[in-house]
């Protein structure tokens, strides 16, 4: 299919040049094809650009992709099953979809057009708040905790990328990994398997 085609050659031209400076009639053109035929598929820029995001994600990076899916229906211990979702999430292969992700992030911040993105973003910490309810917290109190560990992982992610030093911020997010697991552990019953 034509829109499959196309998603994919826009998917594959975003990830290796970005977005910044990326305009419609350009983005045509590299792919082979017109800004009408990329409109009459996608609806915008913005839209496409979301697509984009979310197939290099689907296609190119699934480990990125799985690792909320493995957290909301791990069934181990918690503190380990949240680490291998950092360790998937930080493995050094997904660096080119989080410089991705984060230039995307940075003007969807901005710019309207972006609202479905921004939903999908804001829409990743779910496993999470699933996984914290099984563990017997609250719905409100789940969702706080799952904020606050997607905001601690993302800022890990960028400090990854503006650093590339892998083994220090491994050691932070494993120490502060350790600090929220103690404090998850202290309102939350122990689940008896």
Request: aromatic residues 8%.
């Amino acid at each position: 299919m034509e829109r499959d085609r196309l998603l994919r050659l826009v998917a594959e031209h975003v990830l290796a040049h970005g977005v910044t400076s990326l305009t419609l009639r350009g983005l045509a053109r590299a792919v082979g094809s017109n800004n009408r035929m990329l409109l009459y598929y996608f609806g915008s820029k913005e839209q496409l650009v979301g697509e984009a995001l979310r197939a290099v994600g689907r296609d190119a990076f699934p480990s990125f992709e799985n690792a909320w899916a493995a957290l909301e229906n791990g069934d181990g211990d918690l503190r380990a099953d949240l680490q291998r979702v950092w360790d998937q999430i930080a493995d050094p292969g997904n660096l080119p979809f989080l410089r991705l992700f984060f230039e995307v992030f940075g003007q969807a911040s901005q710019q309207a057009g972006y609202a479905d993105l921004l939903g999908d973003i804001g829409s990743w910490q779910g496993p999470a708040v699933a996984r914290f309810q099984r563990e017997g917290m609250t719905p409100a109190l789940a969702e706080a905790r799952a904020v606050e560990l997607t905001a601690l992982w993302r800022g890990l992610q960028m400090t990854l990328i503006i650093t590339g030093d892998a083994a220090a911020v491994g050691r932070v997010q494993a120490q502060a990994l350790e600090a929220f697991c103690a404090r998850v552990g202290e309102v939350t019953p122990r689940r008896v398997l």
